[in-house]
């Protein structure tokens, strides 16, 4: 294609004609352009300027006519060739397109061989003309043509501003319902006993769809039955309880998710003479079955609603209706529920707490009387009671916790401007079981109760602090001794074997307390790739040439350790081979005034 080619615009609704049309002359060097319809057509022949028109007349909205009387009113567009290309072949078509400001006429189907020629002659300087005195006939055609595309348009208007009307009046009774249905949510919000709830939603559904006959079914707590709510001319009344095995019940259990059946998809179903004998619908009226699902993953059957009325078919905005109705029901009905289960909690909390309160008690009280006897003693037999003593609420206080979060985070119970304090509460509740749940563990890993030979996810600064109290407790740590406490790692979660990391820390204290220190400082510092535990104490120094031995095995052998020298730890071997294991390492700084072990752990 070359600038000096002219630029043709083809307006054609036919997306095969114009493709044939765009290859025939894009090869020809023609600068090709497309519209699908005549009103974009006349915008972009204003806008481009072309040097001819290809100008379909069967064309949506305005017809190719159209398009061509209004392009020739436009004086811009005097140098611009209008040629048709229509299947429209008589007389009379061709006479129109030429009075209403075509320069020619091009009958579809087009000739591929001809066809390029036939457009390079139009714009060579080729025109047709009308026969002499045929101008008016060709109008009043035109004229004709135009009067009925105008009753064409009109009658298209009066049926799209009809079916406008209905839309309209439609949405208008679907707004009306759906604000009944909004005020319904929020008037049983409130509520917590579920017959008034069931009897509140039943009514007003009653209400909306006219029906006849309505009931619900919904599972009993234990599974094994279900039972029924019915709408009579005298209220509400229950109904016989449905057994889970019933054949209905296995019928409604294997529709699809979703399923709503109404009228002769009811009628064919296995289930209809079965509902018929429970009075569920009648046999000549319009029936709608609605099966319930449960909300948790297994999608069981929760429930069923059925429904009848005389005459009038179930439209698809009332069965949507029902469906919405059915589930307010089954919320409302699931947080009364929650409900009265978090009053339980609340009860079952404060007990919890009065026995937790007993046993710290009573876990101080064991605390002073290890500090006059015998700490292996102590720790077999007190700790361990007071270990199991503390169990028990802290299960308790786990398993309530728990169901109260979950009910927290429900829309509508309790109130919102309630759940933030509840929120507080419950986080002041998960510390403190955090702390009473690693004390009773390390307790019981003391004890040699718990599962400490096994591998676990450990944050090292909580392990740290429990063993630091049950030293304290064990009388290894007198309470004069000021221990300082500086946790930087910004990562302690490690993956090991508790009893490892315990003896570890163990061994350190007790090298420290070789040095009859004031003063030991447990630092803990380190990056994404690895964890430092140092403990400094500020004892009596130690010789380097004991230090040089300090990990070797078997330290008592060694004659070198004898005198009154401070000597290293004799469970620091011990610490080497674990820290080995677990790919890290330990060392000793001497200090001018006791001495600094430093242990350094990979992360991976």
Not at 329 to 356: C, D, K, M, P
Not at 439 to 453: P, T
Not at 457 to 463: E, P, R, S, T, Y
Request: glycine share 8%; charged share 25%; net charge negative.
């Amino acid at each position: 294609m070359t600038d000096s080619m002219p630029r043709i615009l083809c307006i054609e609704d036919n997306p095969m004609n114009w493709r044939l049309v765009q290859r025939l002359l894009s090869q020809a060097g023609y600068e090709m352009h497309w519209a699908e319809d005549g009103l974009k057509g006349c915008d972009m022949a204003l806008a481009l300027k072309p040097a001819l028109i290809l100008l379909d007349i069967n064309l949506p909205g305005l017809s190719g006519f159209e398009v061509a009387t209004k392009l020739r009113q436009n004086t811009s567009m005097d140098a611009t060739l209008i040629v048709a290309l229509t299947a429209k072949t008589m007389r009379s078509d061709r006479e129109t397109a030429l009075v209403t400001g075509c320069d020619g006429f091009i009958p579809k189907p087009i000739d591929p061989f001809l066809f390029v020629g036939q457009v390079e002659a139009y714009l060579g300087g080729q025109r047709d003309h009308l026969e002499q005195g045929r101008e008016g006939a060709a109008l009043r055609q035109f004229s004709q043509q135009v009067v009925e595309h105008l009753e064409a348009q009109l009658k298209e208007a009066q049926e799209g501003n009809r079916k406008l009307l209905e839309a309209q009046s439609e949405l208008e009774q679907r707004s009306h319902h759906l604000s009944r249905l909004l005020s319904l949510s929020k008037e049983i919000i409130p509520m917590l006993n579920d017959r008034d709830i069931q009897v509140r939603v039943l009514r007003q559904l009653h209400e909306e769809l006219h029906l006849d006959r309505l009931r619900i079914y919904r599972i009993h707590g234990s599974g094994t039955y279900f039972e029924g709510l019915e709408k009579t001319q005298d209220g509400f009344t229950e109904t016989e309880v449905l057994p889970a095995s019933h054949p209905l019940i296995d019928w409604a259990e294997g529709l699809p998710n979703g399923t709503v059946l109404t009228g002769g998809d009811l009628r064919q179903s296995v289930s209809w003479e079965q509902g018929i004998d429970l009075g569920l619908w009648s046999p000549k009226a319009q029936t709608l079955m609605l099966p319930l699902r449960s909300r948790s993953a297994d999608h069981r059957l929760w429930g069923f609603l059925a429904a009848d009325r005389p005459v009038q078919l179930f439209e698809a905005f009332e069965i949507e209706l029902a469906a919405l109705h059915a589930g307010i029901l089954q919320v409302s009905l699931e947080n009364a529920g929650l409900i009265a289960h978090l009053a339980e909690t609340s009860r079952a909390l404060g007990t919890s707490y009065e026995g937790l309160e007993t046993a710290y008690e009573a876990l101080k009280e064991a605390q002073r009387a290890l500090g006059a006897q015998n700490q292996k003693t102590a720790l077999g037999a007190l700790f361990m009671n007071m270990a199991q003593r503390l169990q028990v609420p802290v299960v308790v206080l786990k398993e309530e916790s728990a169901a109260l979060s979950v009910f927290m985070d429900r829309a509508n119970a309790p109130a919102p401007e309630e759940r933030v304090e509840c929120h507080r509460s419950m986080d002041q509740i998960r510390l403190a079981i955090a702390q009473v749940d690693g004390l009773v563990r390390a307790l019981l890993r003391r004890a040699g109760q718990g599962e400490a030979s096994s591998p676990e996810w450990i944050h090292l600064h909580d392990l740290l602090n429990q063993e630091l109290d049950l030293m304290r407790a064990e009388g290894i740590l007198s309470e004069s001794l000021l221990v300082e406490l500086n946790f930087q790692a910004p990562r302690d979660l490690l993956y090991g074997v508790y009893s490892d990391f315990a003896e570890v820390i163990g061994q350190l204290i007790g090298h420290a307390m070789e040095g009859h220190p004031r003063r030991i400082s447990l630092r803990t510092w380190g990056g994404e790739s690895h964890l430092r535990v140092e403990v400094e104490d500020d004892g009596a120094p130690i010789d380097g040439a004991l230090i040089e031995g300090a990990f070797e095995p078997f330290p008592d052998l060694r004659s070198n350790l004898t005198g009154t020298a401070r000597h290293p730890g004799k469970g620091l071997p011990n610490c080497r081979q674990l820290m080995n294991a677990y790919g890290g390492s330990v060392q000793i700084v001497p200090l001018a005034q006791g001495s600094l072990v430093r242990i350094s752990l990979p992360m991976e």
